[in-house]
């Protein structure tokens, strides 16, 4: 089970922040794939890949990221602090 | 070094004579306030949304680097998240060191970071309606110059 | 743009809060503290000359060069001359501009000019007896890049 | 007359911070060569002209600054505000 974060849009998008899935995904990118093929919502969040940025448990990440033993995968937006 | 993200307004003057005077003797002190900004003689509010448990390890990353960087006495950084309204002050980085290079060279890099490495999403308020504030391509840009 | 070239302490957290409140909108903020520093863990006494009529001439002068060259909603510099004691705030310079890196590259640039091109000496009060502080080669370096 | 003003190790090897002085000088140079004929601690005061600075009526200058028309000259160190 992982944990998936949504921050800014992307979870406007997705309509939740947080849930919890049961995946065989190996990668961040096949996670984002299988994602979209649930629900519309998620294709909408995840449709523009080079405007989303993932952390996986709590480190920015790259989207080859391995998925193995991962406790946390959080999608959002470039980010906008300062 | 103090790392605080919180919702709670912060007093900038009493943060910066505090951080000033305990690093009394480093010499040289730099501030970087960022406050709600006025959009057109509009003052906007701002919801900040960040991301709890990363937010904080990723600020204090940066502040450990920026330290085994530049000779630092002190460093401080302090964001705020939640609704701001406007004029309100947004964040605050300090640093402290015997020469200006160095806590300018640190402050500078710090908001670098923070611009587009720490876990927070603006969103602009305004009677318009609300729209979350796009990264800008010069603040990546800015991060190749470290 | 306000410069004060006094005896008096100054309050470097009202200054700044004051500073940040009249230029709420603007965005960025940076300030520039120099203290009195600590030498080898004894804070030094420090006595500074300045040239009457010259100072704030120079100063003005340095801020509006800064005020031409960046996009500045305002700024400040407040430099104290006589005798100050270890610790004590010397100076103070604070930038605002709607971007970060103009006010950080506003900030810094008064900075250079301040401590090679305006008319302040600095002398140093130790248990051991007074110096006047040399200048640094890189201060006179630092020039260059404007 | 020319108000001639004197800062920091400046003034305290030529022992005042001003005098004025009626002068034939023509340009800088020729003060500083002036006064180091007159006496032992000008001489003193002038003698590293590379750690010397100098401003004609409250602006830097060079010492090939011409001083027809000038009030006031300064000889100082080199700045240590800041």
């Keep these: 089970m992982i944990d998936l974060l949504y921050f800014a849009w992307v979870r406007e998008r997705v309509g939740a922040p947080r849930e919890r899935l049961e995946t065989q995904a190996a990668t961040v990118m096949e996670l984002i794939a299988e994602l979209k093929q649930r629900e519309e919502r998620y294709a909408w969040a995840f449709g523009d890949l080079t405007s989303l940025r993932v952390a996986v448990d709590q480190e920015l990440a790259s989207f080859e990221a391995p998925l193995a033993g991962v406790r946390e995968v959080a999608f959002f937006p470039p980010m906008t602090g300062g | ?146």
Tied chains: 1, 4.
Excluded at chain 2, 68 to 91: F, K, N, P, Q, T
Excluded at chain 2, 108 to 115: A, R, S, V
């Design chain 2, 1 to 146: 070094m103090q790392v605080s993200v919180q919702s709670e307004p912060f007093d900038l003057g009493v943060l910066t004579s505090a951080f000033a005077a305990r690093v009394a003797g480093a010499g040289a002190v730099v501030t970087f306030t960022g406050l709600v900004r006025d959009n057109d003689g509009q003052l906007a509010a701002m919801e900040i949304e960040h991301y709890p448990g990363m937010t904080e390890k990723a600020i204090t990353a940066m502040v450990d680097q920026a330290t085994a960087r530049w000779s630092l006495a002190d460093a401080l950084v302090v964001h705020r998240y939640g609704r701001l309204a406007g004029g309100e002050a947004i964040m605050m980085v300090a640093t402290a060191s015997r020469h200006r290079a160095d806590a300018f060279a640190a402050a500078e890099f710090l908001m670098d970071y923070l611009k587009s490495r720490a876990p927070f999403w603006k969103k602009e308020l305004s009677a318009d309606g609300s729209a979350w504030v796009a990264a800008r391509e010069e603040d990546e840009t800015a991060l190749k110059r470290w």
